[in-house]
């Protein structure tokens, strides 16, 4: 059962950049879609992007388009999240998945999930 570790999380003011990790805790995490997701106060967990098995496909939120770029190291057992141009409306908890089936953006479908690391953009 694989485990999934985020990190990278913090303030920022808006118009910075962040880069958060999710590291695996299994050799094979290469055998798992992986996406990344988000929950601000109040709101329901939404999808931010996805990433195949290889890296070859993504597909992103279009709120995030062209401002967030999710890319993965089998190597190192790694997917990250490159976020560029940070708005306040990106502040939320951001969450680490994967799973073993289809790369989606419905949360439900996966069943690995980190424990979280906190985004904050703020002046």
């Known amino acids: 059962q694989v485990q999934l570790t985020e990190s990278g999380g913090g303030l920022v003011q808006p118009g910075g950049s962040l880069r958060l990790s999710c590291a695996a805790s299994e050799q094979t995490f290469s055998n798992y879609a992986a996406g990344w997701f988000r929950q601000a106060p109040g709101k329901e967990r939404e999808f931010v992007a996805v990433i195949s098995r290889s890296g070859v496909s993504t597909y992103y939120k279009n709120s995030v388009k062209g401002r967030f770029t999710i890319s993965r190291d089998n190597a190192k057992n790694t997917v990250y999240l490159q976020m560029n141009s940070l708005k306040p409306e990106d502040t939320a908890v951001y969450y680490c998945?994967?799973?073993?089936?289809?790369?989606?953006?419905?949360?439900?479908?996966?069943?690995?999930w980190g424990q979280g690391t906190q985004v904050t953009v703020s002046s």
């Open positions: 998945a994967a799973t073993t089936g289809a790369p989606t953006s419905l949360p439900d479908t996966y069943g690995y």
